[in-house]
């Protein structure tokens, strides 16, 4: 991992941007200069990028920013592996085979966010309900109007309506915002019975989770705390790993609790955000590993963040991995 490291030389503090780089089978410290002060963030990604290319020159792998914590070199080098391998596979596929496995991986996403919350679609129930929403909007077109969708249906096609404004923002490559947020979780609660007077806005109420002991901040406290947490992101966004990063995001997204529902959808939904935007695969947190999803969310609720961190290294690393087997 690239580190600030500080050295004097006559008397004099200096700081350099430095990583260890294998040369056969020796060990040597590439560095750059920084100054006679501890970089800031806004330094760092001044220098960092330049940095960050030499190392490539070099042929050093699995480089890591240097404010990255919990993934390691040798996660980063697995993470690129699996990534190209799934690269691979993709551009092996003709146009029509590789928009059936993106929408066959858009509805693996839907049905298992949605079951992680309570949802009983399964995967079949859940294409089923989103080629009917497709029918209906042809029936439109003709002037016959279809109505009657059950909630859980209706969350199906509403997450599904978000993937697609989530892919008009990627395709744009805009940086995370809250208006951007509040755009989704209008979308999330649409026609939801019950909590549509709650969509696209911060809690105006207090929350809490059953059978959870952790207690969510006053509801007053949510505009400031979600302001907190997007200037965070624009401002480490390139200076941590971009899975890290997006493992973080979500576990102080989730730890704010900043809707009166949808919490879990929109913090998965984000969480791809980060990860596509910095080039990263489109990562699934698949239903049978609800249980070891939560217990990191428990502990992300107490700052720690290396169990999801590295729950997301292995999802992303063996999602990539299993398209070649």
Known sequence: MARIVKRKVKGRVYYYLEESVKHGKKWKKESVYHGNSIPGSEELKKIYPEFAKR???????GITPPYTEFV?????????????????????????????????????????????EGSTLDYALTKQVLEGQARAKRLETQGIVVTGTGREAQEAINLDKCLSLYEKFLAKREEITEEMILRFHYVLLSKIEGYEQYRGIWRPVNVMIRGSSHVFPHHSEVFGLMRELIGWHGINAGLIHPVELAAKFHTKFTTIHPFADGNGRMARLLMNYILQLNGFPFTNIPLRRRSTYMQTQASGNKDDHKPFTLFLVEEAAKQCRKLGE
């Open 72 to 116: 390691t070199r040798n996660m980063a080098i697995k993470l690129e592996l699996e990534i190209k391998n799934k690269e691979k596979f993709l551009n092996s596929l003709s146009p029509q085979q590789k928009a059936e496995f993106t929408r066959r991986e858009r509805i693996t996403f839907i049905s298992d966010s949605n079951a992680i």
């Open 55 to 61: 190392l490539e020159t070099l042929g050093v792998q």
